[in-house]
């Protein structure tokens, strides 16, 4: 069964730092592009970065700078750490499974596996 389980989230003040961990099981996440999404409340599902398997990484213009997407596929894991934190970054942040293996998206509809989410709240 394929699963991704997130963590890492949290209630950090404006400045601060996350590191963000999506854990996969079920399949080898060096097969797959893989990607990084946020939902804010009352917005819809945004794209923040992907990873691909030869080293090839994107990110959204919001999050060019400050966000960085990392993979250790030996360990089954993706990350994205997150630097200089500000309110405009709260939101719950999901993992996304690549549904073609090799195809990077920025569209939530071209991922078939999500996991459940992690909080990040920004607030003083």
């Known amino acids: 069964e394929v699963q991704l389980v997130e963590s890492g989230g949290g209630l950090v003040q404006p400045g601060g730092s996350l590191r963000l961990s999506c854990a996969a099981s079920?399949?080898?996440?060096?097969?797959?592009?893989m990607g990084w999404f946020r939902q804010a409340p009352g917005k819809e599902r945004e794209w923040v970065a992907y990873?691909?398997?030869?080293?090839?990484?994107a990110y959204a213009d919001s999050a060019k700078g400050r966000f960085t997407i990392s993979r250790d596929d030996a360990e089954n894991t993706l990350h994205l750490q997150i630097a200089d934190l500000k309110p405009e970054d709260t939101a719950v942040y999901y993992c996304?499974?690549?549904?073609?293996?090799?195809?990077?998206?920025?569209?939530?509809?071209?991922?078939?596996?999500w996991g459940q989410g992690t909080q990040v709240t920004v607030s003083s």
């Open positions: 079920g399949f080898t996440l060096g097969d797959y592009c």
């Open positions: 990873a691909d398997r030869i080293g090839t990484k």
């Open positions: 996304a499974r690549a549904r073609i293996k090799w195809v990077c998206s920025r569209r939530p509809d071209d991922h078939d596996y």
